[in-house]
Every structure is written in C-alpha cells, then in structure tokens.
C-alpha cells in the first residue's frame, strides 16, 4: 500500500519509497547511463523546468538566475560547466568539449550585456545544444544509454 508507513511494507517495497526530486532521478554511479540521466535533469533544470507565463514558451533556471547582473551570469556558466566536467568523465573528444565550452561562453558573454543579453538568455539555450552533442556521442559510442521515448 503507497500510504503505509515505510515499517510495514515488504522489503522490495521499501527500496521504492521516498521522494524523488521534479519527477526523476539523479543516479550517483560513474556508468553511462547514470552520467546521462544526471545531465538530462540538469539540462531539464536549467532550461524547461518553466514556462512564461500566459505562454507555452519554455524557460529554466538558467535565464531567471541571468536576470541577476554579472554574478547571475557567472552561476550559469558555472552549471553549464559541470554538463562539459561529465561530457569530459564520459570520453568525448576534445573538441567536442570545446564547442561545447563555446556554446557557454558566448551565452555567458551576451547574456552578461544588459536587458539584451536577459532576453537572449530565454531565446539561446546552450546546455539544450550541449546536452544534443553528449546524447549523438553516446549513441554511438555506448548504444545501451539510449532511451526510447514515446
């Protein structure tokens, strides 16, 4: 039963219990798949987890935190970040981690610009290209990650 105490459920029910955070899981192993998941959510976080409102237009953390001059900015480019430290830990080519470092600092150097750069925040979504270039690389290289959505 979902609304008994964790005590009185079967040993395979306790393992399920607990809150998960947004509605997925952050998997803490160093595996493909538990380094995808972990950047999905991030990415997910980051850059849909909102919507304007009166629109359907999707917005993250990444462009409210940008609305903070300078140090907004610099939170973001230090999350997007962390997604090349895992794209790194997961093998991709060098140059791969420098696009995707590419993709960060020019949305860390335009959304730095006032006003102008806020709205840019909204409309450029560079972990959503970096996350593109991390799911191509794991097709290919460990096929066992994909997830078939849908």
Known sequence: MPNEPIENRRPDEKTQAGPRPMGFELPMGSDPVSIRKRIEALEHLLERSFHLPGTKYPIGLDSIIGLVPVVGDFISAGLGAYIVWEA???????????????????????????LVGDAFD?????????LRIIKKHLDKHHPETRIIEG
Do not use: E
């Open 88 to 114: 790194r830990n997961l093998g991709l080519p060098k140059w791969k981690l420098w696009r995707m470092g590419g993709h960060i600092a020019f949305d860390t150097a335009i959304g730095a610009v006032p």
């Open 122 to 130: 909204v409309v450029y979504k560079s972990n959503t290209k970096n």
